[in-house]
């Protein structure tokens, strides 16, 4: 009887702690690593070219390659007018006579170095000897370097007409020379303008050698 008992109450304790024992629950699976994303291949953005520059127009100006590439002064197509003061040294058969002119004329700019134009200059003949007026008509040719934005320099020849009135009296006469000189640009298109003139002429049978100095403002358009 007493061996049954502790056989009973063994297998109590032994029923009573499976019981209590827990439940082991299953780990749940892994979750597979996730695929590493496939990287597309990705051209590279397209590279925007820059507009070139545009081109200066003629004048343009900076240059200085002899002609209007410059935003200053005159070129192909052009006109221009002036007026100037003249003062001369006229020499007449060994006598010098000092003059002073008024000018005015025009030019046309075939391209921009050529030039070609007219002038008119009226001369008074102070005493001694009988008042004398001179006209001058005198059609031109300028070559024209442009020396930097603002300053141009230009020189040619001329050919023309002359007329003296002395008194009673008066004689014509055919006119030849020189000139030479400079235009700095104040402005866009107005200019001071200092030019150097040899002309030669005959008056009343003595041939006269005419050396000038022209100082005046010029516009061009």
Not at 30 to 50: C, D, F, S
Not at 52 to 67: D, F, M, S, Y
Request: glycine share 14%.
């Amino acid at each position: 009887m007493g061996c049954n008992r502790l056989v009973f109450v063994g297998a109590s304790l032994l029923l009573g702690g499976c019981a209590a024992a827990p439940t082991r629950t299953p780990a749940p699976p892994l979750a597979p690593e996730a695929a590493a994303p496939e990287t597309a291949a990705t051209e590279p953005p397209p590279v925007e070219m820059a507009e070139p520059p545009e081109l200066v127009a003629a004048r343009p100006e900076q240059a200085t390659n002899g002609g209007g590439d410059s935003e200053y002064g005159a070129g192909a197509g052009d006109k221009i007018v002036m007026g100037a003061i003249q003062m001369s040294s006229a020499n007449t058969d060994g006598g010098s006579t000092e003059n002073f002119s008024g000018m005015l004329g025009g030019g046309y700019f075939l391209t921009d170095q050529h030039e070609v134009g007219g002038q008119l200059l009226v001369t008074y003949f102070a005493p001694p000897g009988p008042n004398s007026v001179a006209f001058f008509l005198a059609p031109y040719y300028n070559f024209n370097y442009q020396l930097n934005p603002r300053l141009s320099i230009y020189g040619g020849p001329h050919l023309g007409y002359a007329r003296f009135e002395a008194g009673n009296a008066s004689d014509d006469s055919v006119q030849f020379g020189v000139q030479a000189g400079g235009r700095y640009w104040l402005e866009r298109n107005t200019a001071a303008f200092a030019e150097w003139r040899y002309t030669n002429y005959e008056a009343f049978g003595s041939s006269t050698n005419e050396f000038a100095i022209l100082l005046g403002l010029a516009y061009s358009f």
